[in-house]
């Protein structure tokens, strides 16, 4: 979000180390994990991704791709599951694939205790890397994988996941290269992607020379034709005024909405002019600036409780790119496949993908007239080849 180098490493060194003859990639669609808008949509960060040489893009649907690690993780080997993978590879701080099994084992031989650590620190107001890192570090007795790094934390999940699943899938990682998720200066030939964004939205395109040139082609093309780039300021007033329109019970009803924080939501909406105050206003030591974006996705989207609980696990597989080599391994894997492949919604009409379809009429709404009911048509289409 966007494509930049370290992604493009990241595919290098996974094609490398598994010598795999096909690239599948799970992308969050519009809304990502760390509770924001994607800057531009899923089908722009398709076509940077088929340009990049992934051969299978395949969409990580929004309930489950705003999510704390474990869960966004878990959807993510399900997809890779049904797909028929067999490995996937993932950067870390580590950098050793056998460390995160190990944990894996670990944890869920001590499960109840591991619980119970990360419950009492996360009531505590660190951040969920941190309380996964020392609930392990109690019950391993090790320092050897530092799960308070968020690279750890999230592979630890993965490598969970499949354990967890009885998967035969073979973890991979490798040490990331570059900088941090949060960087704001490059190192060598990488920019954080954070930084990326941030100099983007101030009209900066100076950063996405630690791109691959077709990023920037995509964003600037994107941003002409929608006269916009997304962001949680532009959204601001229509989560404003879903916050105000609503009584307190029917916020309760929101996902992640407990312990009486309704009213505060209500009282911090009230008086805040910016989604940036807003947003101040909201943090406490309990709740991080990552969950509490979280919440504000599942309130603008109106995801309750009962919708998630209803969905435990993703039902499809939505396609949204395919190379030559991607078209081929579906036409030679398709019957093996354990989920219906989504490739246009008249495909699949469940009612579980026609909530996606209203999350992306959300995440449209913010573009001119004309162009959102372009976009809202699109996803009713196949998905871009190359």
């Known amino acids: 979000n966007p494509f930049h180098n370290g992604h493009a490493y990241h595919l290098q060194k996974s094609l490398e180390l598994s010598k795999a003859d096909v690239a599948i990639a799970v992308m969050s669609g519009n809304f990502l994990q760390r509770g924001e808008m994607a800057l531009v949509d899923k089908w722009s960060r398709t076509r940077m991704a088929l340009a990049a040489g992934v051969d299978i893009i395949i969409e990580l649907p929004v309930i489950h791709a ?6 966004f993780a878990k959807a993510a080997i399900q997809l890779l599951a049904a797909m028929k993978c067999h490995h996937i590879a993932f950067g870390s701080e580590n ?6 099994v190990a944990a894996a084992h670990t944890i869920l031989n001590n499960q109840a205790q591991y619980n119970l650590i990360v419950q009492n620190e996360l009531v505590q107001g660190v951040s969920y890397p941190v309380a996964t890192g020392r609930a392990f570090q109690v019950v391993s007795g090790s320092n050897k994988l530092d799960l308070s790094q968020p690279n750890n934390c999230l592979g630890y999940h993965y490598v969970a996941a499949i354990v967890q699943l009885g998967l035969t899938i073979e973890p991979l990682t490798f040490t990331r290269a570059g900088v941090s998720h949060h960087a704001t200066s490059p190192i060598g030939n990488f920019a954080s992607a954070t930084s990326i964004r941030q100099a983007i939205t101030n ?4 950063l996405l020379q630690y791109a691959p040139e077709f990023v920037a082609s995509e964003i600037i093309e994107y941003q002409r034709n929608n006269q916009s780039l997304h962001r949680w300021e532009s959204y601001w007033q229509l989560l ?3 916050i105000l329109s609503a009584s307190p019970t029917q916020l309760q009803r929101i996902y992640e909405v407990k312990e009486g924080l309704e009213y505060r939501l209500i009282e911090c909406a009230s008086n805040s002019e910016s989604f940036a105050t807003f947003i101040e206003q909201m943090k406490t030591r309990r709740y991080t600036y990552t969950r509490l974006q979280r919440i504000c996705t ?7 409780a009962e919708l998630v609980a209803k969905y435990p696990k993703p039902n499809y597989i939505r396609l949204l790119g395919l190379s030559e080599t991607g078209r081929q391994y579906l036409k030679l894997r398709k019957k093996e496949l354990t989920l219906p492949i989504v490739t246009k919604l008249s495909d699949y009409r469940h009612e579980d993908y026609l909530e996606q379809i209203r999350f992306n009429q959300t995440y449209y709404q913010v573009l001119p007239h004309e162009q959102r009911q372009v976009m809202w048509q699109r996803e009713y289409e196949k998905p871009i080849l190359k």
Request: aromatic share 16%; net charge negative; no cysteine.
């Open 66 to 71: 705003v999510q704390k690690a474990d869960l």
């Open 95 to 100: 950098g050793e694939s056998e460390s995160f």
């Open 203 to 206: 009209n900066n395109y100076e």
């Open 240 to 242: 404003q005024y879903k």
């Open 298 to 304: 599942y309130v603008l989207l109106n995801i309750e």
